[in-house]
């Protein structure tokens, strides 16, 4: 069995989803059911008994003990965070709690339950964080993208947050002997994105004749990786992964944002033409631009091809389609 942390989220509950319908090994799912977390996500998984589903969280580590003693997990994957950077602007508290302190709390109960495993069960046992490029900082237009070795430079409470915890990962394998695997990936869409976030709200609003909000010039650029993609990243990382490396996850599918806006409005308006005629793009509102938004992400992302055999397999067209 496996045990998951954020599993009722966007890429935590795609990823549970997809390790289910592999077979094999169970799942015990932890999700605190944030505004992010939705029970609805995995109705499918309604009665399967190997999906065991528990609300709680990552901060309480007398449940996170109880549950990793009851279940015996052989690896933890850790989705559970804050992650939005509008939201960590207006209320930075809320991700220090989860994403530091959590973060910290989880890693204390998988260190005392993995330091009395029998010394098999402990050679085996993973802790895989999955964490973000937002913790690099931001690129210049043509600098060379971001590789594993590059020097943490976060610029908001979220990617702050996130670096913290990626440093408790890294201190807790140096420190304690904890055998960590560190996944940091690109933008991330697909189903059951929360719509908040901008491919799944330029698609709501679309529909609901709004306007679709564009900040700054929209030639910010991010690098886009289908959640699918991710998932199997993800396993391979925990299959083959080396315990205290770091592996970028990316899609080499760098765009600016204003283009991703315009792609989603060109299958609208094949897919759902506007009742009133004309194209979507006509919805397109720049707004003011956002506090320290970073101009631009881009991964280098050979280490984890070379190393566990991983390469995305889905297009940036085929995915948003």
Request: aromatic share 10%.
């Amino acid at each position: 069995m496996i045990f998951v942390t954020g599993g009722a989220g966007f890429i935590g509950s795609n990823f549970v989803l997809d390790w289910l319908a592999a077979g094999g090994e169970g799942v015990v799912n932890l999700d605190k059911l944030t505004y992010a977390g939705n029970r609805e996500n995995l109705r499918s998984l309604e009665g399967n008994p190997r999906h065991v589903f528990v609300q709680g969280d990552i901060g309480d580590q007398a449940l996170v003990t109880d549950l990793l003693a009851r279940h015996q997990p052989r690896a933890i994957v850790n989705f559970a965070a804050e992650s939005h950077v509008d939201r960590s602007i207006h209320s930075p508290g809320d991700f220090i709690a989860t994403n530091v302190v959590g973060s910290f709390r989880l890693l204390e109960a998988a260190r005392v339950f993995c330091d009395g495993l029998p010394a098999a069960s402990r050679d085996q046992f993973r802790f895989l964080h999955v964490s973000t490029d937002e913790v690099y900082g931001s690129l210049a237009p043509a600098e060379a993208a971001f590789a594993e070795g590059r020097r943490y430079e976060p610029n908001s409470p979220y990617s702050a947050s996130k670096a913290a915890s990626d440093h408790l990962v890294r201190a807790y394998h140096h420190t304690y002997g904890l055998p960590v695997l560190t996944t940091n990936c690109s933008n991330n869409y697909g189903p059951y994105h929360f719509p908040e976030k901008l491919i799944p709200l330029m698609i709501v609003n679309a529909l609901a004749g709004k306007p679709l909000p564009v900040y700054g010039d929209g030639m910010q650029v991010r690098d886009w990786l289908y959640v699918g993609d991710h998932c199997s990243a993800i396993r391979r990382v925990l299959e083959a992964g080396r315990p205290g490396e770091v592996y970028n996850i990316g899609g080499w599918n760098e765009k600016p944002n204003i283009d991703i806006v315009r792609t989603i409005c060109a299958l609208l308006d094949e897919l759902r033409p506007r009742a009133a005629g004309g194209s979507y793009t006509q919805q397109v509102a720049y707004v003011k631009d956002r506090p320290g938004h970073d101009r631009r992400y881009a991964f280098d992302a050979r280490k984890i091809e070379r190393e566990v055999g991983w390469y995305p397999a889905v297009s940036l067209e085929s995915g948003i389609r």
